[in-house]
Nanobody, 121 residues
């Protein structure tokens, strides 16, 4: 079993900042890709940022230059630093991890439970 636990969401005013964290634990042999998606009410889940085990990053156009994804491989943790937040960034943010199961050697893809980010004055 693999679990992803997110933290760091909340209410922030426009122009403010938040930092999300997501820690993976359990039967993990290795993690390859980690990332963040978000889903606003009535919308589909969309990719926000991705990072490979080697540190290569990908961002949605809407968050480039405002958000920064990073990871600590020793802690199996991925972070999302969000600056200059806008009301349209309001959504539930989900992290995910892709990797290999320690005991079965099977690939896995897991989602976190989601954390609410609300940008409002």
């Amino acid at each position: 079993q693999v679990q992803l636990v997110e933290s760091g969401g909340g209410l922030v005013q426009p122009g403010g900042s938040l930092r999300l964290s997501c820690a993976a634990s359990g039967w993990i042999f290795k993690i390859t890709d980690m990332g963040w998606y978000r889903q606003a009410p009535g919308n589909q889940r969309e990719m926000v940022a991705e990072i490979t085990s080697g540190g290569t990053t990908t961002y949605a156009d809407s968050v480039k230059s405002r958000f920064t994804i990073s990871r600590d491989n020793s802690k199996n943790t991925v972070y999302l630093q969000m600056n200059s937040l806008k009301p349209e960034d309001t959504a539930v943010y989900y992290c995910h991890a892709t990797g290999t199961n320690l005991f079965t050697s099977s690939p896995f893809f897991h989602w976190g439970q989601g954390t609410q980010v609300t940008v409002s004055s």
